[in-house]
């Protein structure tokens, strides 16, 4: 009797809506978007633009940029969030944990824009850190504008919420597995890298490719320090607002949103736990 | 459960380390920006004195901003709940590949990069220029990329095994569809409801990737109003305008988020 059942008619009528909606506005969008460049070009031409964009040593760069920024900003910040997520759960008391949940994960409702500014305030030309180092007798050092100033700031606007999932994950860790693992004589070190974090494993995927596929297409944060290191959303938007180079445009976001979606499709086989996900 | 006594051990000193600079990361540009949204000549410090003239000229020129982006974020989550909820609880149910590939769609606006998300709509709607350039572009842009948060927190609500039962009672009572949607299975998972109803207004009031591109410049959103203050404000307008955002969104959020876990203790207590 509790078997899922068949699509009826209620059914249908329940999913109309949405489907109508993401149907209209995103599916058949989308297509025109795939379709953009030989309907604008004709349709040797527009091949053409897709070959040539592809193998463009200047948009390489930009998505190897965007890639790698990703990579190591996702990988650091799944470090530092499980360990202040494990923190949370384990060695703090319950009023502490509160405020300081509530600290962390204040940042969640930031657009990337202000975290950009925050960088300036840090690392800026009128930073605090370049104010410390001239005071402390050396140069005024500035690194918002580069390579550094990108990387902050993505760890700043992915932090908050890896850390409520590796709060939450960590809460739900078993004890008993690692009680029984300590009174059968395992050292510390190893009830870490045998029970707690093979406990952790999923949401560590789970939080790895949300940070990674936030990362790849974050354009706020690159907007406002206007870094000297492209990334791939700048050179979009450059293109189609700066150029109006629609076609060229249309094939970047194509090659940057198949690729985010590749790598949250491999990280949801990994883990099979679908709802995880978001 | 393992709070509270987790006090008996100390934490190891590398990890508080990490927990103490990260706190300190998060919290040290939150304050400057409070500091110079409030000094005279930031450069100078606050040796030149505090204002509230930063904050009034936000006012003047921005103003607009901040009263759409809320209406904004209130439309969204309105249309969100309204749609969403009634297709949450058919995907729960049916196992067609249909509805399989409905959820696939769902999450494409959330993997897919906004940016591309914005230019797909821009080149296909454009031309509508009504449409173009009405509060209503962004509007859909924010809900494409907020409504698969709310779906997917109610679907496992829905698909919970004792309010299916539930559902099936009240069906052999002689209940109605309309009469068990609204009686039973809404009202079993608003804290659910709840919980994605905050994400949805989070999500929509700090969205920039594709209100950038969706906007024009009579449909400015605080997001939009605040990267157009870092680019062409000096250093304390900017600040200033931050403050203004911190001390409208976090408290409306909290206020949310107040609500949402008394909704959850409430049921929680009357299970």
């Given at each position: 009797?509790l078997?899922?059942?068949?699509?009826q008619y209620?059914h249908i009528?329940?999913l109309t809506?949405?489907?109508?909606?993401?149907?209209a506005?995103?599916?058949i969008?989308?297509?025109?978007l795939i379709?953009?460049?030989?309907?604008?070009l004709g349709?040797a031409e527009?091949?053409?633009?897709?070959?040539?964009?592809?193998?463009?040593?200047?948009?390489l760069e930009?998505l190897?940029?965007?890639?790698?920024?990703s990579?190591?900003?996702?990988?650091?910040?799944?470090v530092l969030s499980?360990?202040?997520?494990?923190y949370?759960?384990r060695f703090c008391?319950?009023?502490h944990r509160?405020w300081?949940l509530?600290v962390l994960?204040?940042?969640l409702?930031f657009?990337?824009?202000?975290?950009?500014f925050?960088?300036?305030l840090?690392?800026?030309?009128?930073?605090v850190i370049?104010?410390?180092?001239?005071?402390?007798?050396?140069?005024?050092i500035?690194?918002?504008?580069g390579?550094?100033?990108?990387f902050l700031?993505?760890i700043?606007?992915s932090l908050?919420?890896?850390i409520a999932?590796?709060?939450?994950?960590?809460d739900?860790?078993d004890?008993?597995?690692?009680e029984?693992?300590?009174?059968?004589g395992?050292?510390r070190?190893?009830?870490l890298?045998?029970?707690?974090?093979p406990?952790?494993?999923?949401t560590?995927i789970?939080s790895a490719?949300i940070?990674f596929?936030?990362a790849?297409g974050?354009f706020?944060?690159a907007?406002t320090?206007?870094a000297?290191?492209e990334?791939?959303?700048i050179?979009i938007?450059?293109?189609?607002?700066?150029?109006a180079?629609f076609a060229?445009?249309a094939?970047?976001?194509?090659?940057?949103?198949?690729?985010t979606?590749?790598?949250?499709l491999?990280?949801?086989?990994?883990t099979?736990?679908?709802g995880?996900l978001? | 459960?393992s709070?509270?006594q987790?006090?008996a051990r100390?934490a190891?000193v590398a990890l508080r380390?990490?927990v103490a600079a990260?706190l300190?990361f998060?919290?040290t540009?939150?304050?400057?920006?409070?500091?110079?949204?409030?000094v005279?000549?930031?450069?100078?410090?606050l040796?030149s004195g505090?204002?509230t003239?930063?904050?009034?000229e936000v006012w003047a020129?921005y103003g607009?901003t901040?009263?759409?982006?809320?209406?904004?974020?209130?439309?969204?989550l309105v249309?969100a709940?309204?749609?969403?909820?009634?297709?949450?609880?058919a995907?729960s149910?049916i196992?067609?590949r249909?509805?399989?590939a409905?959820e696939?769609?769902l999450?494409m606006?959330?993997a897919?990069?906004?940016l591309?998300t914005?230019?797909a709509l821009?080149?296909?709607y454009?031309?509508?220029k009504?449409?173009?350039?009405?509060?209503?572009?962004i509007?859909?842009?924010h809900v494409?990329?907020?409504?698969p948060?709310?779906?997917r927190?109610?679907?496992p609500?829905f698909?919970?095994?004792?309010?299916?039962?539930?559902?099936?009672a009240?069906?052999?009572l002689?209940?109605?569809?309309?009469?068990?949607?609204?009686?039973?299975?809404v009202?079993?998972?608003l804290?659910?409801?709840?919980?994605?109803?905050?994400m949805?207004?989070?999500l929509?009031i700090?969205?920039?990737?594709?209100?950038?591109?969706?906007?024009t410049?009579?449909?400015?959103?605080l997001?939009v109003g605040?990267a157009?203050?870092?680019?062409?404000?000096?250093?304390?307008?900017?600040s200033?305008?931050?403050?203004?955002?911190?001390a409208?969104?976090?408290p409306?959020?909290?206020?949310?988020q107040?609500?949402?876990d008394?909704?959850q203790?409430y049921?929680?207590?009357?299970?």
């Open positions: 009797m078997q899922p059942r068949r699509l209620v009528a329940l809506p949405v489907a109508t909606l993401f149907v506005f995103w599916l969008p989308a297509f025109n379709l953009l460049p030989l309907s604008r349709v527009g091949l053409a633009r897709y070959a040539q964009v592809v193998g463009n040593a200047r948009y930009a190897f940029n965007t890639f790698a920024l990579l190591g900003v996702t990988l650091c910040t799944i499980a360990c202040v997520g494990f949370l759960s008391s319950a009023r509160g300081l509530a994960t204040l940042p409702s657009p990337g824009v202000i975290i950009g925050y960088i300036i840090l690392g800026g030309r009128q930073g370049a104010d410390l180092s001239e005071l402390s007798g050396g140069e005024r500035t690194f918002a504008y390579f550094m100033g990108l700031g993505y700043y606007f908050p919420r890896a999932s590796f709060a939450a994950a960590s739900a860790l004890k008993a597995l690692e029984a693992a300590i009174t059968l395992a050292s070190w190893q009830v890298f045998d029970v707690i974090i406990g952790l494993r999923e560590a789970a490719a940070v596929a936030t790849m974050a706020g944060t907007f320090l206007s000297k290191l990334v791939l959303p050179t938007y450059n293109e189609f607002t700066n150029y180079n060229t445009a094939i970047l976001s194509l090659l940057l949103g198949a690729i979606w590749l790598v949250l491999v990280a949801r086989r990994m099979d736990a679908k995880a978001l | 459960m709070r509270g987790g006090n100390r190891p380390l990490c990260t300190f998060v919290i540009p939150i304050i400057l920006s409070i500091l110079a949204g409030f005279v000549n930031y450069p100078t410090g040796k505090l204002t003239r930063w904050i009034q020129v607009d901040l009263a759409r982006s809320i209406v904004l974020a209130f439309a969204c249309i709940i309204l749609i969403g909820t009634p297709c949450a609880y995907l149910q196992r067609s249909w509805a399989r409905l696939e769609l999450m606006p959330v897919v990069p906004g591309a914005a230019l821009i080149l296909m454009g031309h509508f009504g449409f173009r350039s009405s509060t209503a572009f509007l859909v842009g494409l990329f907020t409504l948060f709310l779906v927190t109610l679907i609500a698909a919970n095994a004792e309010l299916r039962a539930l559902d099936e009240a069906r052999t002689g209940a109605n569809f309309a009469q068990r949607f609204l009686g039973v299975l009202p079993a998972v804290p659910a409801l709840a919980a994605g109803a905050l949805v207004f989070t929509s700090g969205e920039f990737n594709l209100t950038w591109m969706l906007h410049p009579l449909t400015r959103t997001p605040l157009d203050s870092y680019a062409s404000m000096r250093l304390e307008i900017g200033a305008y931050t403050v203004i955002f911190i409208v969104v976090v409306t959020l909290w206020a949310l107040a609500g949402a008394a909704l203790r049921f929680t207590k009357n299970r």
